[in-house]
């Protein structure tokens, strides 16, 4: 190949890359949409140790509450021999409890009620706090933001676990969304006023400006430029309310204020607890293996959400995404060169 063949080719590629002449194709939007939303995440959630870990987790616990409900029974009192021993027998590998039910199948069929209450409750508390946040951060000064942050306030200063308590105790809800929901009730004022404070940090920012100036629409301004941002913080904070919840509702059925109408983690310590498993070292794996249940998906939540922190980064995605694509480039100009 000539010298001269050679820098017409670079120039080509130079071109090719910075400018593109002919209009975008659908195949070529769903690969772009695919390399940046699926492969760059996929690369870099792999060279992240916390994301791959907290994932595991997770998803041990999601297999758990779907497809192990299926897999195995809904434990009834006479199941097993009462209080054997953990490791014994594959049948009860963790033991059973005094009414002769299965410690493994209890923690199973409680897991799907435990992720609808973390779900309603992280909903309502980060959906609504992020809601709020940005509406008043970006309506600063006026009357909606005086209205909003007036009312956060009022909330803030609200005792929330005694709110908490007094609610469920007149309601008695027995469905996990509703006690999830109640729970989230107390969990979004302290995280809307600091989405509030990011909104403001980013609206004095040079490019969110001159997109208002170019007149781009809102909705694009708040997708393209602050949600970007505000997603691994409101990330985070959705995992902490996941473990707040976590530990507010077992604690809640462990107290005995929430009706016991389905298996629950916290049920299941209160249970024990009154059978004085504290004093009895043949009734522990009835208090413990709840225990750890709720210690290993609280730890895989925080794990998760620090991992996603690297996978919304957009700079970061956007390099895994170019590395990509120049892998490929590569690729193709040395098989069209040995073609040639």
């Known amino acids: 190949m000539s010298e001269a063949h050679s820098d017409t080719f670079d120039l080509k590629d130079l071109y090719e890359e910075d400018i593109d002449p002919e209009p975008e194709s659908g195949a ?27 994932g595991a987790i997770l998803t041990f616990f999601l297999l758990m509450g779907t497809v192990g409900v299926w897999l ?13 021993a953990p490791f ?3 049948a009860y590998p963790l033991g059973t409890d005094v009414f002769g039910q ?19 409750g992280a909903v309502v508390s980060v959906g609504f706090a992020a809601l709020v946040g940005v509406v ?15 009312v956060t306030d009022v909330v803030i200063t609200i005792p929330g676990l005694p709110l908490i308590i007094v609610i469920t105790a007149i309601f008695q809800p027995e469905n996990p969304y509703i006690v999830g929901v109640f729970l989230g009730i107390d969990n979004w004022p302290g995280l809307a006023r600091t989405v509030r404070s ?5 609206r004095e920012e040079s490019y969110v400006e001159a997109s208002e100036i170019m007149g781009i629409p809102l909705s694009s301004i708040l997708r393209r430029d602050i949600l ?7 990330m985070i ?24 109408t389905t298996f629950n983690w916290g049920v299941m310590m209160n249970l024990a607890y009154e059978g004085n498993a504290l004093t009895r070292p043949d009734m522990l794996p009835w208090m413990v293996a709840p225990m750890v249940c709720i210690f290993l998906l609280s730890f895989g939540l925080v794990l998760l959400s620090q991992g996603l922190d690297s996978l919304f980064n957009v700079r970061l995605r956007a390099r895994h995404a170019n590395t990509s694509k120049k892998g490929t480039s590569k690729n193709n100009q040395s098989q069209a060169t040995g073609g040639d």
Do not use: C
């Not at 299965?102 to 309603?120: N, V």
């Open 28 to 54: 070529d939007r769903a690969k772009r949409f695919l390399e940046m939303n699926v492969i760059a995440p996929a690369r870099i959630a792999a060279d992240d140790w916390r994301a791959l870990v907290g």
């Open 72 to 84: 195995v029974e809904r434990p009834t009192s006479g199941d097993a021999p009462v209080l054997a």
């Open 88 to 90: 014994e027998s594959l």
């Open 102 to 120: 299965p410690i493994h199948a209890q923690l199973i069929h409680a897991t799907p009620g435990m992720f609808k209450m973390i779900f309603a």
């Open 136 to 150: 008043a951060g970006f309506e600063h000064g006026t009357r909606i933001d005086s209205f909003l942050m007036t």
């Open 198 to 202: 990011q909104v403001l940090s980013i």
């Open 228 to 234: 970007s941002q505000l997603m691994p913080y409101v």
């Open 237 to 260: 904070n959705g995992a902490l309310t996941s473990r707040r919840i976590i530990f507010e509702s077992v604690g809640l059925y462990f107290l005995g204020i929430l009706p016991f």
